[in-house]
């Protein structure tokens, strides 16, 4: 019994270590998926350029009556403008996800916390080191 006790008690302070995340892991982590979003954003509207050039010019074969160069190239434009949207779409969670993590790292501070503490039989102030949580309403 002593040992599943010992050995619960290691998983949680284990785990507690593990899940904690400070305030450089929430920067690192949202400047990650800045950095994910501007290439999924970038990517996806040179896809679309792409794909809408491509487009003209098989439009354009479509007016001049090359009806089979254009049919071949139309189904790749759509297929690359379709692509370049869903990726600009899909961009804006990566967003919105770094700004949560950015927001959750501002509220994380570490500094030291005045104490009332009895020092050499006078109480005064101790300042204890601290990791303040700072929560908006």
């Known amino acids: 019994m002593k040992k599943i006790v010992l050995l619960q008690l290691i998983i949680v ?3 507690s270590q593990l ?7 929430y920067l690192l982590k949202s400047n990650h998926q800045k950095t994910a979003a501007w290439v999924m954003l970038g990517g996806g509207t040179a896809l679309l350029a792409v794909g809408g050039i491509i487009g003209i010019h098989s439009f354009s074969n479509l007016l001049t009556g090359q009806f089979e160069k254009a049919g071949n190239t139309l189904g ?3 297929i690359l403008s379709i692509t ?7 961009s804006i969670p990566f967003f919105i996800a770094s700004s949560k993590n950015k927001h ?7 500094g ?3 104490m009332p503490a009895l020092l050499k039989n006078i109480t005064g102030r101790a300042f204890i ?3 303040n ?3 908006s309403l």
């Open 13 to 15: 302070v284990l785990s």
């Open 19 to 25: 899940f904690a995340q400070t305030k450089d892991d």
């Open 76 to 78: 790749l434009a759509s």
């Open 84 to 90: 370049g949207g869903a990726a600009m779409l899909g």
């Open 104 to 110: 959750k790292a501002v509220s994380l501070a570490l």
């Open 112 to 114: 030291s916390q005045p």
């Open 129 to 131: 080191p601290s990791l």
């Open 133 to 135: 949580v700072q929560i």
